[in-house]
């Protein structure tokens, strides 16, 4: 049904712990393949303990980063499936992911692009994935999980042959995730901010790279500037539940105002001023 594809980083310490909660809540999905890229301490490993594909070569920058750019073109010949979903390999999802993409499948845009706000949580062990942990999981982000802000964008679904081309992109590195929001509503096709229907959970840890940088300037500069980073916000359609019980798709007219031009310019004055520039 989807395929799943993520750049994970090693697999030591506690972020070998968190990336394998995300890979094995993944592989319980029906229906759906998983695709590793990258030559990262352990990850071999964890490929073949977990039970997924994995694809060492991957292009790199001269800092040694991987271009996420690089994934999102292989995957288009790689994936068995004609949905693919770019994850963050430290997010966990249930089976509301593959709800909400049955709903957009349903639906009658031919080619869109599913987003979603996720729910910072900490965890610092290995989870249980016996029976029940769905449950288990929804309560534990009840009480103590934090909804995260609509800049931060952890996963990215899409048809296969999505009609959009990345620049070169350096993975984990601000800008990329933003352009791809902005160009899908630049193009016209719908981005739906699908938060109410989507549990993504983000397990915590600390920043594993500045904010700003060498390798931020060369993100930014790819995407041709802070007017073309969106968030969110610019979402056209929202995914949300009907009175029915199932997900239903339905215009956000904020998400339309906020793209014109005159809050672009303000939103991309914020960016540049929170870039660091100066460090």
């Known amino acids: 049904m989807i395929t799943l594809f993520t750049i994970p980083k090693a697999f030591s310490g506690h972020s070998g712990v968190i990336q394998r909660n995300a890979i094995r809540s993944w592989t319980r999905l029906p229906g759906c393949e998983v695709i590793l890229f990258g030559e990262e301490v352990g990850l071999r ?6 039970g997924v594909r994995h694809v060492p070569a991957i292009q790199r920058n001269d800092h040694g980063t991987p271009m996420v750019s690089d994934a999102f073109e292989q995957i288009r010949r790689l994936a068995s499936t004609p949905l693919v979903a770019y994850v963050n390999t430290d997010i966990i999802f249930d089976d509301s992911l593959l709800v909400a993409v049955h709903a957009m499948q349903a639906s009658s845009q031919p080619a869109w692009l599913l987003v979603g706000q996720r729910h910072d949580l900490d965890i610092t062990q290995s989870m ?6 769905p449950e288990r ?9 934090v909804l995260h802000g609509k800049a931060g964008i952890d996963y990215f679904v899409f048809a296969r042959e999505f009609p959009l081309k990345l620049p070169d992109f350096a993975v984990g590195r601000p800008g990329w995730d933003s352009w791809l ?6 193009r016209g096709l719908p981005l ?3 938060s109410a229907c989507v549990l993504a959970v983000h397990q915590n840890h600390p920043p594993a790279y500045r904010p700003f940088g060498t390798e931020a300037r060369a993100n930014a500069s790819a995407a041709g500037g802070y007017y073309r980073m969106g ?10 539940w009907g009175k029915d019980g199932q997900p239903a798709l339905r215009p956000s007219y904020l998400g339309r105002l906020l793209f014109m031009p ?3 310019m303000l939103l991309a004055a914020k960016r540049y001023a929170q870039a660091g520039y100066g460090h």
């Not at 999981?137 to 999980?145: H, I, P, T």
């Not at 929001?181 to 630049?186: C, E, K, L, P, V």
């Not at 969110?232 to 995914?239: F, K, T």
Request: glycine residues 6%; aromatic residues 10%; negative net charge.
């Open 231 to 240: 968030t969110l916000r610019d979402a056209d359609w929202r995914l949300v």
């Open 45 to 50: 490993e964890a490929a073949a303990e977990l």
């Open 181 to 186: 929001i902005y160009m899908a509503r630049a």
């Open 137 to 145: 999981l929804r309560s534990d982000v009840a009480r103590r999980g």
């Open 128 to 133: 249980d994935f016996s029976d029940g942990w």
């Open 192 to 194: 739906v901010d699908g």
């Open 262 to 264: 005159p809050a672009r």
